[in-house]
C-alpha cells in the first residue's frame, strides 16, 4: 500500500522569504500524480499544485514549484517570497492507480506553515 | 464552471442522535464523488466515494453510510453519533479527464459531537 510522509509538522518563514515543505511517498507504481493542496484557516481545501510521475519537468504555478526526486520518492513544495496569504497547513497527496471505477488519494498529515511579518 | 456545496457548515449533536450531511456539485455531470474526515491535527482519511447513481464504496468500518440519490448529490448519514464522530467531513468531487483527473473539495462541515 502507499504511504505518504510529511515529516515537518510545522514550518515557519519571514514575509518576503523562500520555504520548502517536505513530502516523502512510499510506492511499487511506476505512473501515478502527486498533488499538494493547502487549507488555510478556512479549512476548504485548495489545489496548489500537481506533478505527474513521468514527466521529468519539475511543475510550477507562479511562486510554487515542486522539487521531484521519483528515484528517491520525494516531492517537496518550494514557495517564493512567501506572503502572509500563504499561512495555512499543507498536504501532500499521492494519487493511486485506476481501481474500481477511481483514483484513489492518499494524504500526508499536513505541515503547518506560518508566515511571520 | 464547477462549485461544489456542503451543509451545513457547522453542526453540534448530541451522542446517540442522527446525521444527515449533504454534498451538492454543480455545473458537471456523471463526477466521482468522495467523503473525507479530518481527525483535529491529522490528515485525510477516505470514508466512502461514489462513482454514479446508487454506489458507494466504503474504505473504513463505521457507524457512518453514504448515499448518492442523484448524480450530483452525495450524503452522509449516522443512526447513532459517537463520540469520534466529532471532526471536520470534506466532500470532493472530480471528473475523469484521462490522467489528468484531479479532486476537488468543498467548503467541508464541522461536526461536535458531545
Known amino acids: 500500500a502507499q504511504t505518504v510522509t510529511q515529516s515537518q509538522p510545522e514550518m515557519s518563514v519571514q514575509e518576503a522569504e523562500t520555504v520548502t515543505l517536505s513530502c516523502t511517498y512510499d510506492?511499487?507504481?511506476?505512473?501515478?500524480?502527486l498533488f499538494w493542496y493547502k487549507q488555510p484557516p478556512s479549512r476548504q481545501m485548495i489545489l496548489v499544485i500537481r506533478q505527474e510521475a513521468y514527466k521529468q519537468q519539475n511543475a510550477t504555478e507562479n511562486r510554487f514549484s515542486v522539487n521531484f526526486q521519483k528515484a528517491a520518492k520525494s516531492f517537496s513544495l518550494k514557495i517564493s517570497d512567501s506572503q502572509l496569504g500563504d499561512a495555512a497547513m499543507y498536504f501532500c497527496?499521492?494519487?493511486?492507480?485506476?481501481?474500481?471505477?477511481?483514483?484513489?488519494?492518499?494524504f500526508g498529515t499536513g505541515t503547518r506553515l506560518k508566515v511571520l511579518a | 464552471s464547477q462549485t461544489i456545496h456542503q451543509w451545513p457548515a457547522t453542526l453540534v449533536q448530541p451522542v446517540g442522535s442522527p446525521l444527515s450531511l449533504e454534498c451538492t456539485v454543480e455545473?458537471?455531470?456523471?463526477?466521482?464523488l468522495y467523503w473525507y474526515r479530518q481527525a483535529a491535527g491529522r490528515g485525510l482519511q477516505l470514508l466512502f466515494y461514489?462513482?454514479?447513481?446508487?454506489?458507494i464504496s466504503s474504505e473504513v468500518p463505521q457507524n457512518l453510510s453514504a448515499s448518492r440519490p442523484q448524480d450530483r448529490q452525495f450524503i452522509l448519514s449516522s443512526k447513532k453519533l459517537l463520540l469520534s464522530d466529532s471532526g471536520f467531513y470534506l466532500c470532493?468531487?472530480?471528473?475523469?479527464?484521462?490522467?489528468?483527473?484531479?479532486?476537488?473539495f468543498g467548503p467541508g462541515t464541522r461536526l461536535l459531537v458531545l
Open positions: 510506492t511499487s507504481e511506476s505512473d501515478y500524480y
Open positions: 455545473g458537471t455531470s456523471n463526477p466521482n
Open positions: 470532493a468531487w472530480s471528473v475523469l479527464a484521462g490522467e489528468g483527473e484531479t479532486q476537488y
Open positions: 461514489s462513482v454514479g447513481i446508487g454506489q
Open positions: 497527496a499521492y494519487r493511486s492507480a485506476w481501481t474500481s471505477g477511481t483514483y484513489k488519494y492518499i
